[in-house]
Structures are given as C-alpha cells and as structure tokens.
C-alpha cells in the first residue's frame, strides 16, 4: 500500500453517518431489550440474586450535590437485615436506577408495584400504587448507595421515597442519547447542507475534525523531531516509551500510542501529560548535547490545558492516582508550578491515594473561596428537604401534610434554583483554574464541562471504546492522542447486526485496492471498529508508535503473544524475562523442604498445559444437567461449563498454595460464566475473595503472579464458540507474570481455527505438557 487515500466526499461522510446511527440504534434496543426481558420476567428475589436490584432499604441521608440534584443515600437498616453489606451487585456510578417501594423488608411480603416510568417497567406486584423515582447512581460504598434524582423529579410532593425501598438497574440511555447528538453534531459539522436554517450555533470545522474524517490530510510533525532534544521528567522510560512522547508532542492533530499488555503505556501517558502540562522551563532546556533549544520552538513550550479521559472511570482514576504521586515541585525558581488536576464525576473505587477524592471536582469546588455563599444556601435546602422526608427533626411522625408540605416544596425550588446559580459560578472558577481535567469520555459531555475547550484530549483505553462517545471529548480539543492496544478486547456490544455493508461500500474498498490507496472513510463494519482502528487503516502504522518492552510477563510467556499478534517485536524487560515463582520470597520455606524435581515442577516452569484430551471430561451446557455432550457442544447460547476441568484447576491451586504462592498472588479465568460459577462454589469456601475468580474479559489490563485458565470447551463436534476470538484468547495469555496454566482439551480446541491451532501447536512444543488423567 502505498499512497494515502483520497480525501472524503460528502457522500463517504454521509455513509458513515448513517452507518453509525443505525448501529448504535440497534445497540440501543438490544440493551432494552435485555433490560425489560429482565425486569419484566424476573421475580424482584431474582433480579437481586443478579446483582441488578437491591431490596429493602431505608434512607440514611437527603443531601443536595452539584447542579441542585437531590443526593438520596440509601443503605441496609438492622431492622431488615442483619448484615449492613450489600449483597454483590452491579451498580456502578453512572447507572440509571429506579426507587420504589419494597413493601416489607427483606421477609415474606411482596413489593408493590412500581409505575412504569423507564424501560422494563415496575417489578412484582402488589398494593397501593406510587410514583417510581428515577434517578443515576452517584456513588456506591459497601454499605451505602447514593442516587441523584433530578430535581424536575423531586419538585412535587408525590415524589416521597418509600420508607422501605428497592433499588432495581434500569437500561442506560443517557449514554446513547449522548452519543447520538454527537453524531448529529459530526454530521452539522462535516455537511453544513444537514444543518437546519434556523440553527444559528456554531460548528466550526477544526484540523483534528478534518484529519479524523479523512477530509485533509495529516499536518508534517513540528519539534520536537529528535528525542534527544526533550528533557524528560522520567529519565527511566525505555527508548520505545520516549520516542511514543516525542512523537505525541510533535503530531500535529492526532496520535496513537499502541501499547500490548504490561508496555507502561500509563507511565507513558503520564510523561505526555507533564511534558504538555509544564513544558520543561527554557532556561533548563539545553538539549543533551548541550546546546541550546531551537528558539521557533517557544509555542511548543507554552503550557497546554489538556483533558484526559478514559472508556472507563477506572482507567480515568488510574491516571488521577499516578498523577497525585508524582514528587511535589522543587522550589527552584526553574522548577514548574503544582499541577492543577480535577476529576469530574465519581471514582469508581475508593482509591490507595486520598488524593483521589480531594481532586474531585466536587470537593474542590466545596473548597473554593466563592463556596461559603452557595454552602448556606446548600445547607438550608438539605435542612428543607430532611423535614419533608421525615429525617429532619421530630422524624417521620413531624413530615408536614397538605398545603405547608406544598409551601416547603415551593420554598425547595427557590434554594434549589438559588443554589444551582451560585453553584455554576463556583464551577466554573474551580474548572478555569484547572490545568488538567479528568474525565470518562462519556462524562466529558456534561453540562459542567460546557463551553470549556482545550488544546489536548487524551483518551486512555481507546480501544476499548465507541468510536461515538470518543467524539464526545474530541469536540473540545484541538488535538488527539489515543492510547490503547487493538489486540486485546474491543468494547462490548450486544447487538449483531445482520445487514450486508452497502454496495457502494464495497464498490469503494475495490477501488481503493485497485489504485492501491489505503482505504478512505468508510462505514463502520460493526461498533467493536474504534476509532484508534479506523485511523490505522486511514493513515497507516505511521500514525502510531508501539511500546515495545514488557515489564509483566517471563520471556517465554510472552513469546506467542509476541510472535503472533506483535510481529515478534513485543520483548521483555531484563527484570521479569527469568523470573518464577520460586523467585518469591513466600515460596521459600517450601523450597527447602522440598526436593529439586518438585520445585521444577510446581514454581519453575513458566507455562504448564494440563492436556485433557482424551479423558472424556466434557463440557456441559449450564443449567441442563446433563454431564454428557457426546452429541455436541449443545445449543450456541447459553454458558457452558466444565467439571471435570475443575477439578483440575482446583488439584493445581492446590499444589501452587501449598507451596507457597498466596491466593492473592493467583488468579483462575475462564471465557465462560458458567465455569465462573461452578470454579467459585469449588474454591471460594478454602480460599477465600483473596484467590480471584472471573472471566477472561473482567481480567483485562490486570495482572497476577500465577494465572490458571480453564478452556471449558470439550465436546464431539469440537465447537468452540467465542473462545476462537484472537483477542479474547491474547488477553488470557497475557495476564500471568510468573506462571500460565493452561487447562484444556487439545482435541476439541485446536479445530477453533487458525489462532487456536497455532496456540495449541506452540504450547504442545514449548509448554510442560502433562495429560490430565495423569495428575
Ligand atoms: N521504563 C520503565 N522501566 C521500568 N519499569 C517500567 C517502565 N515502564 C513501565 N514500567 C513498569 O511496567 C509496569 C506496567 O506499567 P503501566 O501500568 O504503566 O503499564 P500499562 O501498559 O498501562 O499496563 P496495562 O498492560 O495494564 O495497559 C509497571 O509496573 C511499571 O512500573
């Protein structure tokens, strides 16, 4: 391939508009669909049983949080309950939930009915009717659940919160209406003709939109051009992680940091940060020749607001956490100033570092010297609204009835209009005076970040998002730099889309091939193409640089991954390519009991494949009871398991813990959530949450000491379903960072297709190879 593609017709923009629409609407009625299946067809026992309800709750508090919300804290009351912890769940901050009443606590009686306000309508059954609250899970504890309500929500006085309530998970929408207006927004900006008449906003047309779209092509890089003519903060980063910042300074619009499993790619991203942030001081910037920076360079040196986002709040709190521990500013006078960083939205966990919660917006704006005025007000609405919610004084029995109940709510909304403008103006300050704002991509189209622009978005996990809620940060910013590894696994998406890519579609990748140009804009095939994909497609490898070291996993453990996936240009660090499990210092004591071939066996070898095939240890489909699949794998949905499988990734648990290695230095996963289950009844009681237990996709970008992964698939037909999925199976693998298991039935998955037969073909030769029976 040698020339780049021709710029972007209307018509090419069009089609990917539309193309876009129509998959995010049909991914839209997929996640309805599987919510109202849900809410409609499960028992409220049942929905809490799958973590996406939460029964009989009592109101702890009734605050005020930004933007006037009313903030309803529910928890679990001794009366109900004897264990104040939630039960897992699934709520997260940023779901969309629904109170109702639970009628009567945990016990017997059922609930009553909720009025159908969202997707699913009300769960159960049951006596008076009463208005369901609708709000978005703010913040999640152990014990306590925080639910914004909108104020158009708590402005009357229907709007009471049950005295004993239930928490059920409704479908998000928000996300999808705030990606489909981003898409409108791209489709006004790149076709002025779709813009209504009377649309009198602005919608200007910027190099990054242009350079994303294929409409122009990529501007020459400016300095730096050399890596030695960057003074790094970090003077440790390895060659390939310094020319990734050279390269993300110098870009002009856009550029992509592609970073396979345990690169640094956050500690990569952190010097991008800095070095944009508080370009290093003129005064200290000789080169490291020693000779003094090219002067035309003084507009790269000017410090640069930058927001950060991630696809999730994890990645985003990740890189909050690293940049609250960066060592505080020397005082000289070359030194730069303190980073000012603010996290909009909720930490997803409650972080290692404080600091976490004090760069939240909300505390910082709670610390401002403009705050003392709106914190009266704050204060008077709460007293306000504890009355009318029977927490205030005198308790449920002093809840005002008839017209002084309607006063106090018209009392409510002048504190609460009072409060939001005092409150945007404290927002405001606190937000103009932040350097780096920190946000999920999602979150970054909220009302707070509104009107505010930057000179640099970041977006962390790029491949692990929509190429939609991407736009939404990229609106605000001149420039792009995306970071994430499209080896590993895409964005979740429920839908299947069965349709044919358009003719014309097709049409133009024929052309493109025949001029042998890269493709141009094209609609997407499916929502799992991102962004950081379609650019490489568009502009080349040249768009990108790849962090070529590995700090994780023992040499032998990456070589496949490498090889296969990384064109052989994955290698790993000095400091891990030998290391074992014999090297931990837990291991110890075991050792010196132990004789040599012993040790080799269970903390020497860094890849051990547990062969099962042949032994008859087939899978089943989950719930059917049935032990023997020797017709087949069975129906395609469903989650299978596997027992006797199990059976041996318990035996070599065993066997690791014994000798030494900690539950919490080991981690079993498998593709199938059924397994999960049956492995977790099976080692959950011994070892305890210590010993992690999931699947293959909730493990990615973690890591362990010893890893365990269980196959599943063993059947006659020899399917294998989405094992076969490259980047699935290039997760597992490279998780481990002493010692990978695999448990497996060679017969069966070497027919899942290529990538699965070369990784079996690999293993068989590189592997200790052990048959199962034998163990
Ligand atoms: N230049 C370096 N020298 C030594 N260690 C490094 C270097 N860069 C990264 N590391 C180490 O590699 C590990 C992974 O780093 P980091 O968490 O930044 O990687 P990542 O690529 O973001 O991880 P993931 O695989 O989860 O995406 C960390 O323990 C980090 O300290």
Excluded at 89 to 100: K, N, Q
Excluded at 444 to 453: E, F, T, V
Aim: some cysteine; hydrophobic content about 35%; overall charge positive.
């Amino acid at each position: 391939m040698s020339s780049s593609h021709e710029p972007t017709t209307d018509a090419q923009l069009h089609a990917f508009i539309d193309r876009q629409r129509a998959l995010l609407q049909l991914e839209r009625d997929a996640e309805i669909e599987r919510s109202s299946l849900l809410l409609t067809n499960c028992s409220p026992k049942l929905l809490e049983q799958r973590g996406l309800a939460l029964g009989a709750l009592g109101t702890a508090s009734v605050g005020v949080g930004l933007g006037g919300k009313t903030l309803v804290e529910l928890e679990r009351p001794s009366a109900w309950h004897t264990d104040a912890v939630f039960p897992p769940h699934s709520f997260r901050p940023g779901d969309i939930a629904r109170i109702e009443e639970n009628a009567a606590g945990s016990g017997g009686k059922k609930a009553p009915k909720g009025k159908k306000t969202g997707a699913g309508g009300g769960t159960g059954g049951g006596e008076k009717s009463m208005k369901a609250i609708e709000g978005v899970v703010y913040k999640v504890t152990d014990t306590r659940i925080v639910i914004a309500l909108d104020p158009s929500e708590t402005s009357s006085e229907d709007a009471e919160i049950p005295e004993c309530a239930r928490v059920v998970k409704l479908a998000n929408s928000v996300t999808y209406d705030r990606m489909d207006k981003t898409i409108d927004q791209l489709e006004k900006t790149g076709l002025p003709s779709t813009r209504k008449a009377d649309d009198k906003s602005s919608y200007p047309l910027t190099a990054l939109t242009r350079v994303l779209l294929g409409i122009s092509p990529r501007s020459e890089p400016s300095s730096p051009a050399r890596v030695e003519e960057i003074q790094f903060y970090d003077p440790s980063l390895n060659a390939s992680q310094k020319e990734a910042v050279r390269f993300a300074l110098s870009a002009g619009e856009v550029a992509c940091i592609h970073g396979p499993p345990g690169t640094g790619k956050t500690h990569t991203l952190i010097e991008i940060i800095r070095q944009l942030a508080s370009p290093p001081s003129s005064s200290t910037s000789l080169t490291s020749t020693g000779t003094p920076s090219n002067p035309n360079q003084d507009q790269e040196k000017k410090p640069k607001r930058i927001l950060v986002c991630g696809a999730s709040n994890l990645a985003v709190d990740n890189i909050l956490e690293r940049l609250l521990a960066l060592p505080a500013p020397t005082s000289s006078a070359a030194a730069p100033a303190k980073l000012t960083a603010t996290r909009i939205g909720h930490p997803a966990r409650v972080m290692a570092h404080e600091g976490v919660l004090e760069a939240t917006l909300e505390v910082r704006a709670g610390r401002s010297d403009q705050a003392a005025l709106a914190k009266d007000v704050k204060a008077e609405l709460e007293a306000t609204l504890d009355v009318l919610s029977g927490k205030g004084k005198g308790g449920a029995k002093a809840r005002p009835r008839g017209a002084e109940r309607r006063k106090m709510w018209d009392e409510v909304k002048a504190l609460r209009k009072e409060y939001r403008q005092r409150e945007g103006g404290v927002v405001r300050a606190v937000l103009g005076e932040s350097q780096i704002v920190l946000a999920t991509c999602h979150s970054a189209g909220g009302r707070q970040l509104r009107n505010h622009s930057f000179d640099v978005v970041i977006i962390d996990e790029a491949t692990q998002a929509m190429e939609a809620v991407c736009w939404v940060p990229i609106f605000k910013a001149q420039k792009l730099i995306l970071a994430g590894d499209p080896m590993q696994l895409p964005p979740t998406i429920l839908s299947t889309d069965k349709s044919k890519v358009s003719k014309k579609a097709k049409d133009g990748k024929v052309a493109d091939r025949k001029a042998k140009r890269r493709p141009g804009l094209r609609p997407p095939r499916s929502l799992e193409t991102t962004l950081f994909d379609r650019l490489e497609r568009m502009y080349g490898p040249g768009i990108k640089r790849l962090l070529n070291v590995q700090y994780r996993m023992h040499a032998q453990i990456c070589a496949f991954p490498s090889a296969t996936l990384y064109a052989s240009r994955l290698k790993s660090a000095e400091s891990v390519s030998a290391h074992l499990l014999s090297d931990l210092p837990g291991t110890r004591a075991w050792q010196a009991a132990s004789d040599a071939e012993s040790i080799k066996e269970v903390l020497g070898t860094p890849i051990v494949f547990f062969d099962t095939a042949g032994c008859e240890f087939y899978e089943r489909l989950e719930g059917s009871g049935d032990n023997d699949t020797k017709g087949g794998g069975g129906a395609e949905e469903g989650s299978k398991c596997n027992e006797n499988e199990a059976g041996v990734v318990k035996r070599w648990v065993e066997r690791l813990v014994e000798a030494g290695v900690l539950p919490s230095q080991i981690a079993v996963i498998t593709p199938y959530q059924a397994q999960v289950t049956l492995l977790t009844s099976l080692l959950r009681e011994t070892y305890g949450p210590e010993l992690e237990i999931g699947t293959v996709d909730g493990m990615q970008g973690r890591e362990k000491e010893a890893v365990v992964i269980s196959l599943v698939r063993s059947n006659e037909k020899r399917e294998v379903g989405f094992l076969k999925e490259k980047r699935r199976l290039n997760v597992a693998m490279t998780r481990a960072k002493r010692h990978l298991c695999v448990v497996g039935d060679s017969d069966t998955v070497q027919h899942g297709g290529p990538y699965l037969k070369k990784w079996l073909t690999w293993l068989e030769a590189n592997a200790d190879v052990r048959f199962a029976e034998l163990e």
